[in-house]
């Protein structure tokens, strides 16, 4: 789940022990092995209902709690988000994916007092060529923010490499909605913005945790949210490709605790 940009600013940074963060890892392990699953279920005919149900049951299977469902009211354990919706999409027993669709999928869990968030977005059938760059850009771009997670770096260094290379293959990044760090809870400080916020932002410190997630958009960076209070869709309803991993910073390379295997 992405964070408002600018609702939490000044809030204190929380750094990890390297126990915590093997807790953390074995959050993130149950989210990847979930949407591993979701995505070998994902095909024409298949609501978004049966996949949030489905999320549901392999959470509380390994003992986790689905960290979304309630979360600020939120109904559904999965966000699930078609075509030009962004994020934090509803699951409905009404919405029946098509051949060509893309599906952004993401989910949370809390385990043993720590939260785990990864998105990725899945192809359904056979889909365009741009729609098939968008995957692909959104992707690549997760890679290259998380290659900058490193001590030293600034917060600024993911934004930036995030930014530039989405915007050079030509696509445009959310700005209302940002990553943010994660631990005991879902979305804790820092900011993780896609898009440049100037020079002085934060330090990246070993310990600190970070969901970093690219929201990219094919036509416009605008945004908007539905009367549901919660679905975001593109303002010009060309489709958008959500990619997130939590990931953390060490002193040698950044781990990515919800790595997928395979
Ligand atoms: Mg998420
Ligand atoms: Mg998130």
Redesign the pocket.
């Known amino acids: 789940?992405?964070a408002e940009h600018d609702r939490g600013g000044g809030r204190k940074i929380i750094v990890k022990s390297a126990e915590q963060i093997s807790i953390m890892q074995e959050a993130n392990q149950i989210v990847a092995q979930t949407l591993s699953m979701l995505e070998k279920t994902i095909d024409v005919g298949v609501t978004t209902w049966d996949l949030d149900q489905l999320a549901e049951r392999n959470c509380l299977h390994h003992k986790a709690k689905p960290a979304?469902k309630g979360y600020r009211g939120f109904p559904g354990s999965l966000?699930v988000s078609v075509n030009e919706e962004v994020?934090h999409g509803i699951p409905s027993r009404k919405k029946k994916l098509k051949n060509g669709d893309i599906v952004s999928i993401?989910?949370?869990v809390l385990y043993r007092g720590y939260y785990g968030?990864?998105?990725i977005t899945v192809p359904v059938g056979t889909v365009g060529d741009r729609v098939a760059r968008l995957l692909a850009v959104t992707k690549e771009s997760l890679e290259r923010g998380i290659a900058q997670a490193r001590e030293g770096n600034r917060v600024g260094d993911i934004s930036q490499a995030v930014q530039n290379y989405v915007e050079a293959e030509g696509f445009a990044i959310v700005r209302q909605f940002v990553g943010h760090g994660i631990g005991t809870s879902l979305h804790e400080a820092p900011e993780i913005p896609n898009f440049y916020q100037g020079e002085t932002t934060q330090r990246l410190l070993p310990g600190m945790v970070l969901?970093i997630?690219p929201m990219v958009n094919m036509g416009t960076h605008k945004v908007k949210v539905l009367r549901d209070g919660w679905t975001v869709i593109t303002d010009d309803l060309l489709p958008s490709a959500?990619y997130?991993h939590s990931v953390a910073v060490t002193e040698g390379e950044p781990l990515v605790l919800s790595l997928r295997s395979g």
């Open positions: 789940m992405a979304f966000c994020v993401d989910f949370g968030d990864s998105a969901a997630e959500h997130e």
